[in-house]
C-alpha cells in the first residue's frame, strides 16, 4: 500500500496467477500450461520475423491473423478479435458489453479474474452456485441479467456443457450478451462457433495459450456478430492500439495454420488425461469426468491441503484454491506421460 495510490486501486483485489518459478527443475502442473513444445512452425517463423522491421509498429488491424482464424473457423475477418491473451480480451469484453444496469451473471466457482474484471470495471454481478455436483445449470440463468459468462469446460471443474444447452441459452437470452470462455474447448469438446452466424448476442473467446502451447507468446481470439466486434475494437482503441506484437503476430498465423501439430499434440494429451484418471482412480481419488487438459480431484483420506505441500516438498507444483466449496480438491495439469509418471510417484510415497 501506498499513499500514492488512489483510492480506487486501493480498494481492488487483483487476480493471484498460479506460481511461475524460474528454472526450479519442478513438474509443474499448475497453471494449465501444454507441455509439448509449440509446432516448429511457429518457432521458425518467429525467428524468421526477428529483424530489422521491429521497428515498426504492427499491423493495428492484425488482418493476416484474423484472415487465418477466420478461414479456420469458416467465419469472415470482420467476425473475429485479437489480443494479448484471451484475458486482455476478456477485460475488453467486460467493457464493452457487461456494463448494464443489471448484474450480470456467472458461476460460484469459475474462472476467478470474472470477479477482478467486475471489481476494476465496476460492474455488478450475481453468482449463480453450482449444483452439489458442480455442474453449471443453465435453467437458473434464465432471469433478468445484463451478460453472462462461464468457461466451457468450466474451470476448475473441467466439466462440460454440451451445445445444445448451450444454444437453447443463447436463444432465450436474447437480451443481452452470453460470453463463452472456450479456453479448454479444445481438449474434448464442441465449439459454439458455430452458433455465431444464428445468434447476434453469442461472443466466443478462445486463446493459443492452451491447446496450442503459446502461453509465452500471449495471444487470444474472440469471434462473434460483426457488430460485437466492432464494439471491441472500439475499447480496444481507446486504450493500446497495438496489443499484439509482430512476432506474436507471426507466431499465431503459424500456429493456426499447423493444424496435423494441434491435432497430434491435443490428442496425445487426452490420452494421457483418460489414463490418469484411471490411475488415480485406483489410487483413492475421486474425479468427475474432464473436458480439458486438467483433472478436478479429490482425495477419500487425504486432505487437499496437505497433499498440495507434500506434492511440493517432492518437486511436483499443483494448484490449490483454498475457498469455500473446493478447498477439499486440487486442480492438476495434465503433462506428458513422464510428468503424469513422476506425479504418480510420489502421490504412492505421500498416501496411505
Ligand atoms: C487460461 C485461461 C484464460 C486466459 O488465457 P490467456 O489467453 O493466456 O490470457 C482465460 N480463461 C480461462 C478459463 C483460462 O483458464
Not at 494449465?32 to 517463423?45: H, R
Not at 491473423?65 to 479456420?72: D, G, S, V
Not at 458461476?107 to 450475481?126: E, L, M
Amino acid at each position: 500500500m501506498s499513499r500514492y495510490w488512489s483510492p480506487f486501486i486501493r480498494a481492488l483485489t487483483p487476480y493471484v496467477p498460479g506460481e511461475q518459478p524460474v528454472n526450479s527443475g519442478l513438474v509443474k502442473l499448475n497453471t494449465n500450461e501444454n507441455p509439448y513444445a509449440p509446432s516448429p512452425k511457429v518457432l521458425k517463423a518467429v525467428r524468421s520475423h526477428a529483424d530489422e522491421t521491429l521497428r515498426l509498429y504492427p499491423d493495428p488491424e492484425m488482418k493476416a491473423l484474423k484472415e487465418a482464424i477466420a478461414a479456420y473457423y469458416g467465419l469472415a475477418s470482420s467476425q473475429v478479435f485479437v489480443g494479448n491473451g484471451s484475458d486482455e480480451i476478456l477485460g475488453l469484453a467486460f467493457l464493452t458489453f457487461f456494463k448494464q444496469t443489471r448484474p450480470i451473471l456467472f458461476p460460484d466457482i469459475t474462472y476467478s479474474f470474472y470477479r477482478v474484471y467486475c471489481d476494476i470495471f465496476q460492474i455488478k454481478a450475481t453468482q449463480i452456485p453450482l449444483s452439489k455436483t458442480f455442474d453449471i445449470q443453465l435453467v437458473d440463468y434464465q432471469i433478468p441479467n445484463g451478460g453472462i459468462i462461464f468457461p466451457n469446460p468450466n474451470a476448475p471443474t473441467g466439466k462440460l456443457l454440451p451445445l445444445s444447452a448451450i444454444k437453447m441459452l443463447v436463444q432465450k437470452n436474447s437480451a443481452s450478451v452470453v460470453i463463452i470462455d472456450e479456453a479448454y474447448i479444445d481438449f474434448g469438446g464442441e465449439s459454439a462457433v458455430s452458433l455465431i452466424q444464428a445468434f447476434p448476442n453469442i461472443l466466443v473467446v478462445q486463446t493459443l495459450s492452451k491447446s496450442r502451447s503459446l502461453a509465452g507468446l500471449r495471444v487470444g481470439m474472440a469471434m462473434g456478430h460483426a457488430d460485437l466486434i466492432q464494439g471491441l475494437d472500439r475499447s480496444k482503441n481507446s486504450f493500446n492500439s497495438y496489443p499484439l506484437d509482430r512476432l506474436a503476430a507471426v507466431g499465431a498465423v503459424a500456429a493456426i495454420k499447423d493444424d496435423a501439430y494441434f491435432q497430434d499434440t491435443r490428442h496425445r494429451i487426452m490420452k494421457t488425461r483418460d489414463q490418469t484418471v484411471a490411475k488415480l482412480k485406483t489410487m483413492g481419488f475421486e474425479i468427475s469426468a474432464s473436458a480439458a487438459n486438467f483433472i478436478f480431484i479429490r482425495h477419500k483420506q487425504v486432505g487437499a491441503g496437505t497433499l498440495f505441500n507434500r506434492l511440493r516438498d517432492k518437486g511436483i507444483l499443483v494448484r490449490y484454491f483454498d475457498k469455500p466449496r473446493i478447498n477439499d480438491y486440487l486442480r492438476v495439469t495434465i503433462g506428458t506421460s513422464t510428468d503424469m509418471e513422476a506425479f504418480f510417484a510420489a502421490l504412492e510415497q505421500i498416501l496411505p
